[in-house]
């Protein structure tokens, strides 16, 4: 399996809080990866890292064998590299068809001015290819409707399919599942299993352990901003580190 | 009546064109840029220099365009060097360090102004006959018409720009959530440069057709900016329909004042900050400003 994304000493503190501590994390390509670990363990401010919304205070991030660190976020993006939020974070006041068009903004060759005297062209371009994630993701017949007016699964969708408008190679997921019900969050299984099978990598953050041990090839336990533990979800689940971090050390605890 | 609901119209329309660049700022970057008056009085000079210089060669109204577009271009350019060099490296600083720069440059540019072009007025010596016509009982002047047509047209493409085009939508992104427009693959940077670029040539623009009847002169900007300024709150800074409807209110409201109400034209300026005040009392955040709070 070749590695897509890799960090080399990861670390990032805010003061004397410790976020992220010296984290080499290791994903692979094609597959789907879960990143656990307990509350304030570090996971999103990973993400953010990586993404380049924040910038680590040590360390190094490689996205195919290039070092990527300090790299500003839309040139993350265009490396293929897209990522929801744990609190969802759509254009509230966009339209569903909007909010997708907006990550179609890169694709063309994009001269302010210019742009101007093509608009039919490239519109058409964008449209089709937006139009394509709300098919897919179930959002086409609301195309009209302003973000803010979905309910709040919709919304999840939306900022799914706005983030692989962007053409990802690699999907970072925080907490996608969170507020989704059964139903839900098994049609989000699927899609994210299809969307592996069509070769796209993912990465996801989440505390729904049912989502996680089902969809994920191999997961990263994170705690206290360290890797304590990381292999398929079975090796995971009997891992004495993790079992401790999740429950505490006392084993009375069943479940 | 309609002939001051005209006249307060024509005013309006250039506060209103004014008011866009400080709305236009303030979404994207949540900033008011106190220089914008000073940014556009420049614009008018250069106008003026360009359009004396080639009516001598040229048909007057070729000229007078050309003088716009350069006035427009002018503008445009000081405002994306002022933005480069004065409010950029303060993107991260607090809030009121580029509010700062803004009213400094602002006090440079219309001392600078004063300096080169000299503190005299000067005038577009007639570019067209202004005789009025008259329609009905109405009044109308060429200039007034001229003003009307080229301030309503702007905003109208403005505002399908705003809507319908992909810079138009990157603009409403950055303003909504710049972070998440980053993620998008949108160079903030780029659209921050383009809004000021968009709202110093509508400014430009304004500034020529109001010297059209009046003068220009180093100050010019500071009182049109003021009010413009008082527009946009007015409206809803922020708001690009609420900068419109603002500025309009207040041209509009300013002339009923004088004509209707016989407010002394001496007192026709308190018209606008009497408003503002209500306004700040009534709705803080203005007519079509909404008070959202962000959710962390």
């Known amino acids: 399996m070749t590695t897509l994304l890799s960090t080399q000493g990861l670390s990032r503190s805010f003061g004397g809080i410790v976020a992220v501590n010296d984290l080499n994390l290791q994903i692979n390509k094609g597959i789907i990866t879960g990143l656990i670990g307990p509350n304030g363990a570090g996971k999103t401010t990973s993400f953010n890292c990586i993404t380049g919304l924040d910038s680590p205070t040590g360390g190094r991030v490689f996205f195919n064998d290039r070092d990527i660190t300090g790299f500003s976020p839309p040139r993350i993006n265009r490396l293929g590299i897209a990522r929801t939020f744990q609190n969802l974070r759509l254009f509230r006041d966009m339209t569903v068809f909007e909010n997708v068009m907006v990550a179609r903004h890169h694709t063309s060759s994009f001269s302010t001015l210019l742009s101007l005297l093509r608009i039919n062209d490239e519109e058409k371009k964008i449209q089709i290819a937006a139009g394509h994630w709300l098919e897919r993701l179930g959002l086409w017949t609301h195309r009209d409707e302003r973000a803010q007016d979905l309910p709040y699964g919709l919304q999840k969708r939306l900022e799914l399919a706005r983030a692989m408008a962007t053409e990802p190679t690699l999907l970072f997921l925080d907490e996608p599942a969170a507020g989704l019900n059964r139903t839900e969050t098994e049609q989000l299984m699927t899609t994210l299993r299809d969307f592996r099978d069509e070769g796209l990598s993912i990465v996801i953050i989440e505390h729904d352990m049912h989502l996680i041990m089902n969809v994920c090839e191999q997961i990263t336990v994170l705690n206290f901003g360290q890797m304590i533990g990381q292999g398929t979800p079975k090796q995971v689940r009997t891992n004495p580190l993790v079992i401790e971090a999740y429950l505490g050390k006392d084993d009375h605890a069943t479940r | 009546m309609l002939q001051h609901l005209l006249n307060g119209f024509t005013v309006g329309s250039i506060y209103a064109l004014v008011a866009l660049g400080y709305t236009l700022v303030y979404g994207v970057l949540k900033f008011i840029n106190f220089a914008h008056g000073d940014v556009l009085m420049i614009g008018t000079y250069i106008a003026l220099i360009v359009f004396n210089f080639l009516r001598t060669f040229i048909e007057p109204s070729i000229a007078f365009i050309i003088a716009i577009l350069a006035g427009m271009a002018s503008s445009a350019l000081l405002a994306v060097l002022i933005e480069r060099v004065a409010y950029r490296p303060l993107r991260h600083a607090p809030r009121?360090?580029?509010?700062?720069?803004?009213?400094?440059?602002?006090?440079?540019?219309?001392?600078?102004?004063?300096?080169?072009?000299?503190t005299k007025s000067q005038r577009f010596e007639m570019p067209f006959n202004n005789t009025?016509?008259?329609?009905?009982?109405?009044?109308?002047?060429?200039?007034?018409?001229?003003?009307?047509?080229?301030?309503?047209?702007?905003?109208?493409?403005?505002?399908?720009?705003?809507?319908?085009?992909?810079?138009?939508?990157?603009?409403?992104?950055?303003?909504e959530k710049p972070m998440v427009a980053q993620l998008m693959g949108i160079d903030t940077d780029?659209?921050?440069?383009?809004?000021?670029?968009?709202?110093?040539?509508?400014?430009?623009?304004?500034?020529?057709?109001?010297?059209?009847?009046?003068?220009?002169?180093?100050?010019?900007?500071?009182?049109?900016?003021?009010?413009?300024?008082i527009a946009a709150v007015i409206g809803g800074i922020g708001n690009i329909s609420g900068a419109m409807l603002g500025?309009?209110?207040?041209?509009?409201?300013?002339?009923?004042?004088?004509?209707?109400?016989?407010?002394?034209?001496?007192?026709?300026?308190?018209?606008?900050?009497v408003l503002l005040i209500i306004i700040l009392l009534w709705r803080p955040s203005g007519i079509l400003g909404s008070n959202k709070r962000e959710k962390i």
């Open chain 2, 190 to 229: 780029r659209i921050i440069r383009f809004t000021f670029i968009l709202g110093s040539a509508l400014g430009a623009v304004a500034g020529i057709l109001v010297s059209l009847d009046y003068k220009v002169y180093p100050t010019l900007g500071s009182l049109i900016g003021l009010k413009a300024f």
């Open chain 2, 132 to 175: 009025p016509i008259h329609w009905g009982n109405l009044v109308v002047t060429p200039y007034q018409g001229l003003i009307l047509l080229t301030s309503l047209t702007m905003m109208v493409l403005l505002h399908f720009f705003i809507k319908m085009t992909r810079t138009g939508k990157a603009m409403r992104a950055v303003s």
């Open chain 2, 247 to 273: 500025g309009i209110l207040l041209g509009v409201l300013e002339t009923y004042g004088v004509a209707v109400l016989g407010i002394p034209v001496g007192y026709k300026d308190s018209v606008a900050f």
């Open chain 2, 96 to 118: 009121l360090a580029p509010l700062l720069s803004a009213i400094g440059l602002s006090v440079i540019l219309s001392n600078t102004a004063a300096l080169i072009f000299g």
